[in-house]
């Protein structure tokens, strides 16, 4: 018996999020007296699979079929079936992002297991399973007990640190035969933003709202992204005018995200912008009103005009950056 | 081609959130429900302009919830819609609500079913992903775009780091996000309508919880924020290396 984890590849390597999915379903596996096994479906890099036993899997799943190179809801869901059915599985665990919430809804449906999205805790085993989870955008946090055998969860991407440990996973090829109606659903045209961080995984966020007056302004915001490794994300009203393309619109109608920083620059912090925002663990608000509502959910702020602050607030970056090496 | 769209209250998004009964309640007092703007603004208005160009013969609604949901479900309806169903029950578990809509669904159908990319409350996005597997429909979340065109629906959908343009046979069911539609208003011809449209209750099928929230907790409150002029840049950033311990 075991802990599944669905870990995800990104041509064939993996990043930190899954390191951090591994780690979390050994730990759990550990709590339960039991051991994690890593599944990973579509073409991977071999070596890739066996370094996740340093993050605590003892053993990798690989299905190996192109055809799981694209997401299929109905084939993902196949694949993640027989894996727990050949490991006798009791906790199934996904990361929370596009891939998992739309896999481990299905799997759950299909095995009859209680379901807990977004986990931010390890499940508390002494009465009954129950997880802590973010509910109502960030603003609260719900404790749900999940009361059936099979439990399924997805885990909110840095909740925990990632520590790098010793030892190599055994590898092993697992056949799952799907058919047509499995890849029903066939892709005519892929658009990746290359070149930035993604922003749903960025541990680092700067963004913008009204106050940076217009698109022409925005060199500011991404110098100091760029000195800082940061993800750049914009308010609504910066996406609607078309300042910013609207994937970086963050907020209730837009991404949610969690990062260890955010930095609000001329943003006045309404409360559907914090719904996307306030599950960050440090937030830095720039602001030239000291009356700004944001300011009330920072931990750090900044009064001045956002085109004098954040430059030297780069500058400040840059020399911090220098004095690490 | 016969469009259903799911449809649930949540609270208005500038409710306070609050909890009683020893943090195990969420506190309904002085909440104002809307309709999950998901379903509201992208799912239901796109289905209301595919029913506009021809490509839709109907559109209905389905909630479930107690009666306290009519009012929601009369203002889904005014938008457009042709008749809504409510199922008679109420739960917190996504696995519920989905096998009660499957229950109902089951024999009716339909092509597309649309559901918002999450409830704003209890952000789960499970509903619609359940839904499909019970059915055995295929599912596609979160799209930005729908097109259909004999029996074959063209959808954009969010991909991790970016996006996908892909085909899909019908029947599907959709999770829907921003770029779908432009949100409406309703008009006075519209609410007017609303009033006469078949609202029909359904009873709810036996199906037990899989999971149930036992506690909430808000979190920790900030303690206060610490300022720092234009001049002590180096300060703040050596205050998030330092104490914050984010860089
Ligand atoms: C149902 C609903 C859903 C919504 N969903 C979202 C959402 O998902 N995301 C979202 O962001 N919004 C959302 N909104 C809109 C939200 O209510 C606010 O209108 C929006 O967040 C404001 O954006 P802003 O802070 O950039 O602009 P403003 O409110 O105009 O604020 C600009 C801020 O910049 C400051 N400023 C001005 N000049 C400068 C300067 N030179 N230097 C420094 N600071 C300066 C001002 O003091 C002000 O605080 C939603 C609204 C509704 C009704
Ligand atoms: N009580 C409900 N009645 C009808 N549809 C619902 C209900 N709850 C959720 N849905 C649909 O499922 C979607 C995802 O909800 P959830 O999985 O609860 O986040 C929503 O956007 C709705 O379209």
Redesign the pocket.
């Given at each position: 018996m075991s802990v599944l984890v669905l870990v995800e590849n990104i041509e064939g390597n993996f990043k930190k999020k899954s390191f951090e999915l591994v780690q979390y379903a050994s730990t759990v596996a550990k709590n339960m007296g039991k051991t994690a096994t890593a599944l990973v479906l579509g073409t991977c890099n071999k070596e890739a699979m066996a370094s996740l036993g340093a993050y605590g899997a003892t053993k990798v799943l690989h299905v190996a079929d192109t055809q799981l190179n694209q997401l299929s809801a109905r084939a993902y869901t196949k694949a993640i079936v027989a894996a727990s059915e050949k490991e006798g599985a009791k906790v199934i665990v996904a990361p929370h992002d596009v891939v998992g919430k739309t896999v481990a809804p299905q799997v759950a449906s299909r095995l009859k297991a209680g379901l807990a999205v977004g986990a931010v805790s390890y499940p508390d085993m002494n009465n009954g399973f129950v997880v802590k989870r973010n509910v109502f955008g960030g603003k609260a946090f719900a404790f749900v007990n999940i009361t059936t055998e099979i439990k399924v969860l997805t885990l909110l991407a840095n909740s925990f640190q990632v520590q790098k440990g010793e030892g190599a996973a055994s590898v092993e090829a697992l056949s799952v035969s799907f058919d047509a109606k499995d890849f029903a659903i066939q892709v005519k045209e892929t658009n990746k933003v290359t070149g930035t961080v993604p922003l749903g995984e960025a541990e680092l966020v700067v963004s913008g709202g009204r106050g940076l007056k217009g698109p022409e302004n925005w060199g500011v915001i991404e110098d100091l992204a760029a000195t800082m490794g940061a993800a750049t994300a914009c308010s609504r009203p910066v996406a609607d005018a078309h300042w910013r393309p609207h994937h970086e619109h963050v907020g209730q109608t837009g991404g949610t995200i969690r990062p260890n920083l955010y930095i609000a620059i001329g943003i006045s912090g309404a409360i559907q912008h914090l719904a996307g925002v306030n599950g960050s663990k440090t937030i830095v608000v720039i602001n030239k009103d000291p009356e700004a509502p944001f300011f009330k959910a920072a931990d750090y702020g900044v009064i001045g005009d956002a085109l004098e602050v954040t430059p030297k607030l780069n500058e400040a970056f840059k020399r911090f950056k220098a004095a690490q090496h | 081609m016969k469009i259903l769209v799911?449809?649930?209250p949540v609270p208005d998004t500038t409710t306070k959130i609050a909890f009683s009964d020893n943090n195990t309640q969420f506190s309904t007092q002085g909440v104002t429900m809307v309709i999950?703007p998901?379903?509201e603004w992208y799912?239901l208005v796109r289905a209301l302009e595919l029913k506009e160009s021809g490509a839709a013969t109907a559109v209905n609604l389905?909630?479930?919830?107690r009666a306290d949901a009519e009012a929601i479900i009369r203002k889904a309806l005014a938008l457009g819609g042709d008749e809504a169903i409510r199922i008679d029950t109420d739960s917190n578990d996504?696995y519920v609500?989905s096998a009660q809509?499957a229950a109902y669904a089951q024999s009716e159908n339909y092509d597309l079913i649309l559901?918002?990319?999450?409830?704003t409350d209890?952000?789960?996005?499970?509903?619609?992903a359940m839904l499909a597997d019970q059915i055995d429909a295929n599912y596609i979340g979160f799209a930005s775009k729908l097109d259909v065109a004999s029996g074959t629906a063209l959808v954009t959908r969010e991909i991790e780091g970016g996006e996908e343009v892909v085909n899909c046979p019908l029947p599907l069911v959709l999770?829907c996000q921003k770029g779908m539609a432009e949100a409406r208003i309703p008009n006075m011809r519209g609410i007017m309508a609303a009033r006469t449209k078949p609202l029909k209750v359904v009873p709810a099928a036996d199906i037990a919880e899989l999971s149930k929230i036992v506690a909430y907790e808000m979190p920790p409150a900030k303690t206060g924020v610490k300022m720092f002029t234009i001049d002590q840049m180096d300060e703040l950033v050596a205050t998030l290396h330092n104490e914050a311990k984010v860089i």
């Open positions: - | 799911c449809i649930s999950n998901y379903d799912a389905v909630t479930v919830g996504p609500i809509i559901t918002g990319k999450e409830t209890y952000n789960n996005g499970a509903v619609g999770s």
